[in-house]
């Protein structure tokens, strides 16, 4: 009965910052890598940024020096604090973990809800 909900998200204009979080609550043992995708109407859901539980990070190319993926583990959280959005940006947002929900359980992939994200004038 793991969940991921994410929360932040909301409309801002170009230029604007925001922060997402992720908290990952329920049967938990450990949590693998953590990361954001979004998904635009027409688009494919694609990955904005992972990071690893030894903080290792991987970013989107669209996204790259913009965004920043972190993690409190100790929280079972993770954000991405996005600077400098694009209209382009606009999208729903979905927090996504690996997780195991006891010591020799499986590795389970589990997704949030999933907040939207809008950039506009």
């Known amino acids: 009965q793991v969940q991921l909900v994410e929360s932040g998200g909301g409309l801002v204009q170009p230029g604007g910052s925001l922060r997402l979080s992720c908290a990952a609550s329920g049967s938990i043992f450990s949590i693998g890598v953590m990361g954001w995708y979004r998904q635009a109407p027409g688009h494919q859901r694609e990955l904005v940024a992972r990071i690893g539980d030894g903080g290792s990070t991987n970013y989107a190319d669209s996204v790259k020096g913009r965004f920043t993926i972190s993690r409190d583990n100790a929280k079972n959280t993770v954000y991405l604090q996005m600077n400098s959005l694009k209209p382009e940006d606009t999208a729903v947002y979905y927090c996504?973990?690996?997780?195991?929900?006891?010591?020799?359980?499986?590795?389970?992939?589990?997704w949030g809800q999933g907040t939207q994200v809008t950039v506009s004038s």
């Open positions: 996504n973990a690996n997780i195991r929900a006891s010591r020799l359980g499986p590795l389970g992939n589990y």
